[in-house]
Nanobody, 120 residues
């Protein structure tokens, strides 16, 4: 059974940095993609960034140039380095893993979420 455990959220002042981590338990994920989504109060959950098992990355427009996603395939972990944080980055950040991406066996798994609060 796949489980995702997130860490690294917290309170930071605008302009500061935080690093989120997500560790996935389990094995045989196949070609997969790990990523981060965020949801602010009263808003939909949006993609922040994702990274495929081969290393390709994608970033949402609002975080390009400020956030960097990376992964360790051997440890099944993904990290999100967040720099130059803004108050509008305040949200609950969720880790997501899609296993066997692009196949009929694809499955999504979500972490429990970690709160990031950026004060002005």
């Amino acid at each position: 059974q796949v489980q995702l455990v997130e860490s690294g959220g917290g309170l930071v002042k605008a302009g500061g940095s935080l690093r989120l981590s997500c560790a996935a338990s389990g094995s045989d994920f196949g070609r997969n993609v790990m990523g981060w989504y965020r949801q602010a109060p009263g808003k939909q959950r949006d993609l922040v960034a994702n990274i495929f098992s081969g290393g390709s990355t994608y970033y949402g427009e609002s975080v390009k140039g400020r956030f960097a996603i990376s992964r360790d395939n051997a440890e099944n972990t993904v990290h999100l380095q967040m720099n130059s944080l803004k108050p509008e980055d305040t949200a609950v950040y969720y880790c997501k893993l899609t296993t066997n991406w692009g196949t009929m066996r694809a499955a999504d798994y979500w972490g429990q979420g970690t709160l990031v609060t950026v004060s002005s």
